[in-house]
């Protein structure tokens, strides 16, 4: 029998969908019973008085969180988030309720046996509860009081080799995507670089001396499936500069109904021929594809890689040989503003060890930023009240007709015409014959 009624957290298990309220129901009687036969280092009912804690925020429509607090490891500043209830006598079991955030290995490969490690760490010192993964990326481990916290510490660092991840004001801990290990489309080794920027930066990872928060994220191509350019104040892109390749027998293939296209992906409908005209085509923001001769043409120059092409018609188009990757600012997603995606600082880099040009965009990125943002001021507002232009400067990178505020409609935007070199008048002659004012 549960310890608490909870009749408005039922309603959430009635829809089509798993709830997490059955979860932790489950969790809860299974530390009640004590089915794994563990002695239990925090309260057995934690995820009982949870559900109570939930339940009654519910009925009076208030958080019963208490805001911050100091807690953490000893020598570390961040990966330990303190959070205590504000009804500890109703709720003893959640009276404290810490969460520690786990640096995730570089796209997310475990081993089965890392995994039941980590599980029986949390049973035995947690609550048991986890999040794998949440926004942040991190292994999120829900739930345990302040004793436990150096035990647990202790388990991760030296027995399982793992290290915590990043909170509060310091360098968030670096996401990837899978990259070069499973991706046919990744133009740099997204893992790779991913994890030397993890090594290199542990200081700024764990003891907080920034403004605020900072994110690292990347993405292996223009696919975005850690979704870098929305998230992280630096954006690592994977692109390309020379021309896409194009099978053309793969491409009559195609419109001759012998290779499905989407990769088979909806094959179990019925929508009738592939047409490229209306799939692929007039789908192209840009508008640089089209047919001639029974054959496929691109305006390279033209393309944004978007990547719709190359998604729909995989054996006919592939990414170009000349790979690196372009680095963007700024990103955030704030509850009042809405989302604001990441500005193109740098077009195009290698994506090579030892990736000094990368570093040195960063040092300077921080050094700047670190003396002008404001206490809580992200990267990107920081550049929103000092100008695109202040980046600019800081960071060394020349002014590029590739900075713009709205593509195609509002084009240098962020620099002052005589500043661009003369290898850019070309192509601003060139864009202006074709977007007449």
């Known amino acids: 029998m549960p310890k608490h009624e909870t009749p408005l957290l039922d309603q959430l298990e009635s829809g089509p969908w798993p709830s997490f309220v059955s979860d932790l129901k489950r969790q809860a009687e299974s530390r009640t019973q004590k089915q794994n036969d563990i002695e239990y280092q925090i309260p057995v009912d934690v995820v009982d008085d949870l559900l109570g804690l939930l339940e009654l925020s519910y009925v009076e429509k208030e958080v019963h969180w208490k805001h911050g607090g100091i807690v953490g490891v000893f020598g570390y500043g961040g990966g330990v988030i303190g959070r205590y209830c504000d009804q500890p006598q109703k709720f003893p079991g959640v009276a404290h309720f810490h969460t520690v955030r786990v640096n995730q290995p570089a796209g997310k490969f475990y081993k089965t046996d890392f995994l039941r490690q980590l599980a029986d760490l949390w049973d035995f010192r947690g609550s048991g509860v986890t999040n794998m993964h949440g926004s942040t990326g991190d292994i999120i481990l829900l739930g345990t009081t302040t004793p436990q916290l150096e035990e647990i510490f202790f388990e991760l660092t030296h027995n399982m080799n793992q290290d915590l991840g990043g909170s509060g004001s310091n360098l968030r801990t670096p996401e990837s995507c899978l990259g070069e290990s499973r991706c046919e489309w990744s133009c740099y080794d997204a893992q790779e670089l991913c994890y030397q920027l993890t090594m290199e930066y542990q200081d700024e990872l764990h003891r907080p001396a920034f403004p605020y928060k900072f994110k690292f994220k990347f993405d292996g191509c223009p696919n975005g499936c850690v979704a870098s350019i929305a998230r992280s104040d630096l954006s690592f892109i994977g692109t390309w ?127 700047w930023w670190m003396e002008e943002g404001k206490n809580r001021e992200r990267l990107g507002e920081t550049m929103k009240r000092q100008g695109f232009q202040k980046l600019l400067e800081v960071t060394g990178i020349p002014a590029d007709p590739r900075h713009v505020e709205h593509p195609r409609f509002t084009p240098y935007i962020f620099w002052k015409e005589e500043e661009v070199p003369g290898g850019f008048e070309r192509d601003i002659a060139d864009y202006r014959s074709r977007h007449p004012k």
Request: one cysteine or more.
């Open 241 to 367: 500069r020379d021309d896409i390749r194009i099978d053309q027998e793969a491409v009559a293939a195609y419109v001759g109904g012998e290779i499905q296209p989407n990769g088979g992906a909806h094959a179990g409908k019925d929508w009738g021929p592939f047409d490229i005209q209306k799939e692929v085509i007039d789908l192209c923001p840009t508008k640089c594809m089209w047919m001639e001769g029974g054959k496929l043409k691109i305006n390279d120059r033209e393309c944004t890689r978007c990547m719709h092409c190359l998604n729909v018609m995989p054996r006919a188009l592939r990414i170009g040989n000349d790979r690196g990757l372009s680095i963007l600012a700024g990103a955030k997603a704030p509850i009042l503003d809405g989302a604001q995606m990441g500005s193109l600082l740098l077009p195009f880099v290698k994506g090579e060890e030892p990736y000094d040009a990368i570093k040195e965009v960063i040092e300077n990125i921080w050094d």
